[in-house]
């Protein structure tokens, strides 16, 4: 994903949708097979899996009223299941974006969680007393959250901790801002990635975290994990991103050898984190598992001999069912059985999966 990088507010105007990668050790080695991996990517036994993102404009104080691209940066928010907020950790950046000294990147968090809030409660306080010609107000509130990607069981678990009556007309702001906080922290986690910790005082991260009590901190360097990637894509050197070093391939010149010895150092002592910061959202935050649907159990291979070529995300505790849907919704209508290619047992399709699992769902569909 090709975006603009630069030291001015607003560098992103319009959403840039890529994908990043989730690392997972991949199974082919347990096996003792070798993956043609086809829909992720596998390196020195890790399996990359992708994951859509989206990069969106800045939030500035007052974005819950309109104000610098405020509705639009809300709106691009609607479909995450969780939020990577960017910061400064050397507090050279203010919370309007601009250049500054002595900063606090944890007032950038607060900022943003209360602006995403006061949004939310806003849009709910619109549609609050309308009914539908089946539904009370509470219901259509729901339907208005599901277009959020809130899901109506979420909603129910926010208002077991804040009680407040969506059915009813003037109904307490406060209490509902409240609601509205509750609903984001368990529907669109938020994860805070502290930017330029190479740059930054080696406390930085840790007085972060001390402040953002509840929220996970992780430290990263973007600038030298670009750096390590592009190194990597010319041959310069061969870096497995994850990895705390790196292997140089052939001769450099002396520039180049000491830029590489910083970032070596750097990367053994600190990691860049970038990696990192991917794989806990995706595994920790959304909480979701790797499973390798296959066509033949005996040589874990799909219909043209591939081995282990799909690797697919899925939520905790989801089933085989859920994974025969995830593939396409005809498998999982007509779908008998399953086989656990690894233990070489038949399950049900209510069995639950766990990670790493290696399945071949059986099914009448053609």
């Known amino acids: 994903m090709d975006v603009g990088i630069a030291n001015y507010p607003f560098t992103t105007i319009k959403p840039n949708s890529g994908i ?106 619109r549609n609050i007393g309308r009914k539908g010609k089946k539904t009370d107000g509470q219901a259509e509130i729901e339907n208005l959250l599901l ?59 840790d007085k972060i975290r001390g402040k953002l009590k509840g929220i996970d901190v992780i430290g990263c360097s973007a600038a030298i994990e670009l750096a390590l990637r592009k190194a990597d894509a010319s041959g310069i050197i061969e870096y497995v991103p994850g990895d705390r070093d790196f292997r140089i391939k052939g001769t450099t010149d002396k520039e180049k050898a000491d830029a590489l010895g910083y970032m070596r150092s750097f990367l053994v002592r600190r990691g860049t984190g970038v990696q990192e910061l991917i794989d806990h959202v995706t595994f920790r935050t959304m909480k979701k598992i790797v499973v390798y649907p296959v066509e033949n159990e005996k040589e874990f291979t799909d219909h043209y001999g591939n081995v282990l070529p799909d690797a697919l995300l899925l939520d905790e505790g989801s089933t085989v069912y859920d994974l025969a849907s995830s593939i396409h919704t005809d498998i999982a209508k007509n779908m008998l ?30």
């Open 20 to 125: 990043a990668y989730a690392r997972r050790k991949c199974v082919d080695a347990e096996l003792g097979v070798r993956c043609n991996a086809r829909n992720s990517l596998c390196r020195n036994g890790n399996r990359f899996v992708p994951v859509g993102v989206v990069d969106v404009a800045g939030l500035v104080p007052g974005a819950s009223l309109g104000k610098g691209m405020g509705n639009q940066f809300l709106s691009d928010l609607i479909s995450s299941n969780a939020l990577i907020q960017v910061v400064d950790a050397t507090g050279r950046t203010d919370t309007e974006g601009n250049v500054s000294e002595g900063s606090d990147p944890a007032n950038d968090v607060s900022m943003v969680i209360d602006e995403i809030g006061i949004w939310l409660r806003n849009i709910m306080l």
């Open 147 to 205: 277009g959020f990607n809130i899901k109506k069981e979420v909603v129910q678990k926010a208002l077991e901790r804040n009680s407040v009556d969506l059915a009813k007309e003037g109904i307490d702001e406060g209490a509902l801002l409240s609601f509205s906080r509750e609903l984001l922290r368990l529907s669109k986690p938020l994860v805070v990635a502290a930017n330029k910790i190479d740059a930054a005082d080696e406390g930085s991260v």
């Open 337 to 366: 059985y399953a086989i656990d290619a690894k233990r070489k047992i038949r399950i049900s399709k209510t069995a639950r999966l766990n990670d790493g699992d290696v399945i071949k769902i059986v099914s009448a569909a053609k």
